[in-house]
């Protein structure tokens, strides 16, 4: 079965440092393989989660890029201890992992050599976690960064510096019974010292949605939450983008949309498209774009901002998918989506997957300037079961860009350097 998204990498993971594959290398005077990572060239972390005989691990690739000519060596393993999934970078070669077995962040440093060294490690039990990988880790400032949690609506201050926690406050959510309040999915947004952290409710099993979203804003220099604002007319806020004039976009993820397909009223919820103007975080209740509208009736959603005035959107083609069985999540993470193109201010958007149909994205890290997300081949299963994850981008000619493939699902994607 496929879970959502964020509860998909609770299962024990373990961490091992991957070396990457692009070329010959001179071993190291220990007899080791040397680093493949040019010493003053870029560096980016791959965070994966991998099968394995005895069940699965989680496993960081460091990669010099992100393109599709770059190999991570899954061979070429050196273990690093304990569990966890990348977490945040301050891209001078430091990156931050949360551990799922225990409630705690650990700070690695990359070497010269080209391979993480652990440093301090923070611990969060004494706040009330169990796992430190279930939340969204946002760098302030040097000595400031949140942690903020998945379920709870809950954000703790702390300093990356000394791995300290130095506060904690509440979004202070509204409550709806028999519904979990979900915080920071895949992308939130931080700009001009405020934070913009989405929420969206649904039961345990991530198939009953509220009949509502709702976005906190942050003023980063008291700690305080200064507006709440709740939307109506749908219930998956799962993206936020930002333009260059500080219009925000809320945006749900198709799959929400597909369980309703399948379900009926029993299940899944309306996309959200929502808009926030600036100054204010409130949304903007003239505003509301059906996205399904711009590619034939289809459950879409995904949006992804490429420029100002450009998007990427995600469609599900029902057509091309193997027909609702009894499997929700199977019927809604198979490899039935093309993505489309869509310019703001036009009534319909133009298909640009024209190959072969992919997986919805679930997950996208911005590196660079640019919005990456993964597509995962279910049907390209290694010996060990796990599907192939490839890192796409929409380019501003609106090609779709496929860039390293990896076996496992793709956790996050970092530039540390």
């Known amino acids: 079965?496929?879970?959502?998204?964020?509860?998909?990498?609770?299962?024990?993971?373990?961490?091992?440092?991957?070396?990457?594959?692009?070329?010959?290398?001179?071993?190291?005077?220990?007899?080791?393989?040397?680093?493949?990572?040019?010493?003053?060239?870029?560096?980016?972390?791959?965070?994966?989660?991998?099968?394995?005989?005895?069940?699965?691990?989680?496993?960081?690739?460091?990669?010099?890029?992100?393109?599709?000519?770059?190999?991570?060596?899954?061979?070429?393993?050196?273990?690093?201890?304990?569990?966890?999934?990348?977490?945040?970078?301050?891209?001078?070669?430091?990156?931050?992992?949360?551990?799922?077995?225990?409630?705690?962040?650990?700070?690695?440093?990359?070497?010269?050599?080209?391979?993480?060294?652990?440093?301090?490690?923070?611990?969060?039990?004494?706040?009330?976690?169990?796992?430190?990988?279930?939340?969204?880790?946002?760098?302030?400032?040097?000595?400031?960064?949140?942690?903020?949690?998945?379920?709870?609506?809950?954000?703790?201050?702390?300093?990356?510096?000394?791995?300290?926690?130095?506060?904690?406050?509440?979004?202070?959510?509204?409550?709806?019974?028999?519904?979990?309040?979900?915080?920071?999915?895949?992308?939130?947004?931080?700009?001009?010292?405020?934070?913009?952290?989405?929420?969206?409710?649904?039961?345990?099993?991530?198939?009953?949605?509220?009949?509502?979203?709702?976005?906190?804003?942050?003023?980063?220099?008291?700690?305080?939450?200064?507006?709440?604002?709740e939307d109506t007319r749908c219930g998956s806020a799962w993206f936020m983008h930002e333009t260059s004039d500080g219009t925000q976009y809320v945006g749900g993820h198709v799959p929400h949309e597909v369980y309703r397909l399948a379900l009926g009223e029993a299940g899944g919820t309306e996309i959200c498209h929502l808009r926030i103007v600036p100054p204010g975080g409130d949304f903007d209740d003239s505003f509301f774009v059906d996205l399904s509208s711009l590619t034939g009736g289809r459950p879409t959603g995904d949006f992804v901002l490429i420029d100002d005035n450009t998007a990427g959107i995600l469609a599900f083609h029902e057509d091309e998918a193997t027909p609702f069985d009894d499997d929700v999540f199977d019927f809604a993470f198979q490899n039935a989506y093309r993505w489309y193109l869509w310019n703001l201010d036009e009534s319909d958007a133009t298909l640009i997957q024209t190959d072969d149909a992919g997986s919805p994205a679930g997950r996208r890290f911005l590196i660079d300037g640019t919005w990456y997300f993964q597509e995962e081949d279910r049907t390209g299963i290694d010996a060990d079961g796990n599907p192939v994850a490839t890192l796409l981008n929409i380019t501003r000619d609106g090609q779709l860009q496929r860039g390293i493939s990896v076996p496992g699902q793709i956790r996050n994607v970092l530039r540390i350097r």
């Open 1 to 229: 079965m496929r879970l959502p998204s964020f509860t998909s990498f609770a299962a024990t993971v373990g961490l091992a440092l991957l070396a990457p594959s692009c070329g010959d290398d001179e071993a190291n005077d220990d007899g080791t393989p040397g680093s493949q990572i040019p010493p003053d060239g870029p560096a980016y972390v791959v965070s994966i989660s991998i099968g394995t005989p005895d069940g699965s691990s989680s496993v960081f690739a460091v990669v010099p890029s992100l393109d599709a000519s770059i190999t991570a060596d899954l061979s070429n393993n050196a273990s690093v201890g304990g569990f966890g999934v990348t977490l945040a970078t301050d891209a001078q070669g430091t990156v931050f992992v949360g551990l799922v077995e225990t409630p705690e962040i650990v700070r690695y440093t990359l070497t010269d050599a080209g391979v993480l060294e652990p440093g301090l490690r923070m611990s969060l039990q004494g706040r009330g976690f169990a796992s430190s990988a279930a939340g969204k880790v946002v760098l302030v400032a040097p000595n400031k960064a949140y942690f903020v949690s998945v379920l709870e609506g809950r954000v703790i201050v702390w300093n990356p510096e000394t791995m300290t926690i130095t506060g904690e406050f509440s979004l202070d959510l509204p409550a709806i019974e028999g519904l979990n309040a979900i915080t920071a999915p895949d992308t939130i947004v931080f700009s001009d010292g405020r934070l913009t952290v989405p929420t969206l409710y649904w039961d345990e099993d991530g198939i009953v949605f509220g009949d509502r979203v709702i976005t906190s804003v942050i003023d980063t220099n008291t700690d305080t939450v200064v507006s709440t604002d």
